[in-house]
């Protein structure tokens, strides 16, 4: 069996993403979520002014330049609820919730893209909407 390309860029995000949620809840200890988002946008920022001058500069094009803002403006928008929800709640629960977003990616990419759902995915989603359930279910029922 052949792994796709894709693949292990895919596990090392996770795996770095991982890291990055356990981080964040340390860093919070010190720092307000605000702050936090401000500083490591500006270190996503050095290194991806970096990263540019190795793949020949930027590349300008309207309707591309428009969506990478608005991801921008929403990646920034979910970073600090998630920073916001992160200094307030357990990391165990939090990190578990939030990394289900895939979840509306894959459905956005079905009805607006028209992509595929096989029966695989959609049972994916419906575990993952029961895995949210059963942790705010199970976070009730547990001692503070």
Do not use: C, N
């Not at 795996?15 to 964040?24: H, K």
């Not at 290194?47 to 001058?53: H, N, P, R, S």
């Not at 330049?65 to 928008?77: E, F």
């Amino acid at each position: 069996m052949a792994i796709e390309v894709w693949f292990l860029p895919s596990v090392i995000a996770l795996t770095i993403w991982g890291v990055t949620g356990f981080l964040s809840k340390i860093a919070l200890k010190t720092l307000p979520p605000l702050h936090s988002l401000v500083y490591g946008t500006l270190f996503f920022l050095a290194t991806a002014t970096l990263v540019q001058f190795f793949y020949g500069g930027p590349e300008f094009h309207a309707t591309g330049v428009t969506l990478a803002i608005g991801v921008g403006a929403a990646g920034s928008v979910g970073q600090l609820l998630f920073l916001l929800a992160l200094r307030d709640g357990p990391l165990t629960y939090v990190s578990m919730i939030s990394s289900l977003y895939p979840l509306i990616a894959t459905v956005l990419a079905f009805v607006l893209l028209g992509e595929p759902l096989t029966m695989r995915q959609a049972a994916g989603i419906a575990l993952g909407i029961v895995s949210i359930v059963l942790l705010v279910v199970s976070r009730d029922k547990q001692p503070a």
